[in-house]
């Protein structure tokens, strides 16, 4: 390395990890950039923490959670209350930092931050939530009542896609229950994730409650096997997912994992033309169609030439730029590589037979020359068996299926191994409920393109979209965080109590 050389790489900050409460360095010797997505400017150097490293964290973790378990339910809340109250005051600096690293659009970057700042809205309920059940009387001056308990150290392993509101899923309702937390954010793009828990420190969570360690597989493998995690939330690939939730649970943890989709719109012919436009394109290539959530696939009940006309029209005259520009429909994806993948997806459409209607090939944006930025495409004529279906793309391609019938177009989608989301558009409330009740789909909108329900609800994706029982947020993940204890209580009244020896299982 050059003089020159290391000055360069001096001149670039380095991600901390937190471990015990304070931001260190790590000791590491293995480093990745952090890139901005539309200009390629290096903007923060991640480590990929060392053995010891994610060792020391969770010490930090077991150490805090002898204290932190008991700590009043008001003081729990009151932190939550505050670290919104901070994220609200920080929205566009947390947006702006977002938009940097991931590409995102501002406006899509503070909707990111905004969904997960209701998760920890929520977490500032948590008396109600955690609260247990209680029978009087099974028996004669006997009552019984359920603890819900926090596990002990839990961890979080979070995507690029969502580097707001994922992680916002995860530490705040852990801590919030009452366990410590390590969170292993996405090392493409993990500052906007160390904002985050600066603010969540500073809105008082405790030292070594949350503890962060950065990294790839060899992490997320540790965090997998480490003796003294019990429970693991992930969301990412499926890929990653399903190894992650092999391994967790071959290691005795609880485990939930949030995997890849393929999320179908349906439209019948009575649908609002109008409304069922803009909501598909927003869905479709909204954060370059880079959500887990998105309406990657449409499927037109009838006759579909003049909607794919108005779809290809309208998507023709979305503004590709930097996220930060305004007026930015569409922003870069993640990476070169991702530029890559999805332009050899599209190649491989065209190859299996699919009609090219709109191709974001190679788009031409002054300024962002080396950005990386691939417009919206759109295919017809798609089937099942072809690559373009049968792979999550994750980038700003629709594609499209025709089906003769709602009951078609049911079959089609529950086919599909994917279950994460899907949305029916149309005026019929008796096509409606059918859809609701036969499709296998963990989350359906109607007339909604993007159903992601809020935390009053859990996150509820399903098949091969999700493994594990329970969702990563609203009631579901109250269960995940705690181990439910019941407790049979009786006390003694020498007055009025006479009941003798029972050598039965029955309370009398
Ligand atoms: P990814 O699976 O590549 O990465 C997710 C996490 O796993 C990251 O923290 C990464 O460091 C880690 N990781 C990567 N490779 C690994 C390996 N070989 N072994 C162990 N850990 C590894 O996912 P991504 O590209 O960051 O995110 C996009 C994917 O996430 C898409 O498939 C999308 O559908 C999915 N996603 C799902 C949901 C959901 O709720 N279902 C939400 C957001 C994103």
Redesign the pocket.
């Known amino acids: 390395m050059t003089v020159a050389d290391r000055s360069t790489l001096l001149a670039i900050p380095t991600v901390k990890l937190l471990i015990g409460g304070e931001f260190v360095e790590s000791r590491t010797t293995q480093w990745r950039d952090v890139i901005n997505p539309a200009t390629q400017a290096v903007l923060a150097r991640v480590p990929f923490a060392t053995p010891q490293e994610l060792d020391a964290a969770v010490e930090s973790g077991r150490r805090a959670f002898k204290t932190w378990r008991k700590t009043p339910i008001g003081v729990r809340a009151r932190i939550f209350l505050k670290y919104q109250q901070l994220i609200r005051e920080n929205m566009k600096e947390l947006a702006a930092l977002l938009t940097a690293e991931q590409g995102k659009t501002l406006p899509d970057a503070e909707g990111d931050i905004f969904r997960g700042l209701e998760v920890v809205e929520h977490a500032a309920n948590i008396g109600m939530l955690q609260m247990g059940e209680l029978a009087n009387n099974v028996a004669t001056g006997v009552d019984t009542f359920t603890l819900n308990q926090p596990l002990g150290v839990c961890a979080g392993?979070?995507?690029?896609?969502?580097p707001a509101m994922?992680p916002l899923w995860m530490f705040p309702m852990a801590i919030a229950t009452g366990n410590t937390f390590i969170l292993?954010?996405?090392?493409?793009d993990p500052l906007v994730t160390m904002r985050l828990v600066e603010l969540a420190l500073e809105a008082g969570i405790p030292k070594g409650v949350l503890n962060v360690v950065h990294?790839?597989?060899?992490?997320?493998?540790g965090i997998c096997d480490h003796p003294e995690i019990k429970a693991v939330s992930?969301?990412?690939?499926?890929?990653?997912?399903t190894?992650?939730y092999r391994r967790a649970t071959l290691a005795g943890k609880r485990a939930q994992c949030?995997?890849?989709?393929k999320n179908h719109a349906v439209v019948l012919p009575d649908a609002n033309r109008e409304q069922t436009i803009n909501n598909l394109i927003g869905a479709a290539f909204g954060a370059a169609g880079?959500?887990?959530?998105a309406a990657s696939t449409v499927v037109f009940v009838g006759d579909s030439k003049d909607w794919i006309a108005d779809l290809v029209a309208r998507s023709q005259a979305l503004k590709l730029n930097a996220g930060h520009e305004s007026g930015t429909d569409v922003g870069p994806v993640?990476s070169c590589a991702a530029v890559e993948r999805i332009s050899s997806l599209i190649e491989r459409g065209i190859a299996e037979g699919a009609k090219l209607e709109l191709d974001g090939r190679k788009p031409l944006v002054p300024g962002y020359e080396h950005g990386n930025f691939v417009g919206p495409t759109i295919f017809s004529g798609v089937k099942p068996g072809m690559s373009i279906y049968d792979e999550?793309i994750?980038g700003p391609v629709l594609v499209i299926l025709e089906a003769a019938s709602l009951d078609e177009a049911i079959e089609l989608v529950n086919s599909n191994p994917n279950g994460?989301g899907t949305a029916l558009f149309t005026q019929s409330g008796a096509a409606a409920r059918r859809f609701q009740e036969d499709i296998d789909v963990g989350q359906v909108g109607i007339n909604v393109p993007i159903p992601v329900p809020v935390p009053l609800f859990s996150?509820t994706?399903s098949r091969a979209?999700?493994l594990g029982d329970l969702g990563?947020y609203g009631k579901q993940v109250i269960l995940f965080y705690t181990q439910t204890k019941t407790v049979t209580q009786r006390w003694f009244d020498d007055e009025t109590l006479h009941v003798g020896v029972n050598t039965t299982i029955s309370l009398r």
């Open positions: 392993i979070t995507p690029f896609n969502f994922i292993k954010p996405s090392e493409q990294g790839g597989e060899a992490v997320v493998n992930f969301v990412g690939s499926t890929k990653v997912g190894h992650v949030m995997m890849g989709a880079q959500r887990c959530m993640i999550e994750f994460n996150f994706g979209s999700k990563p």
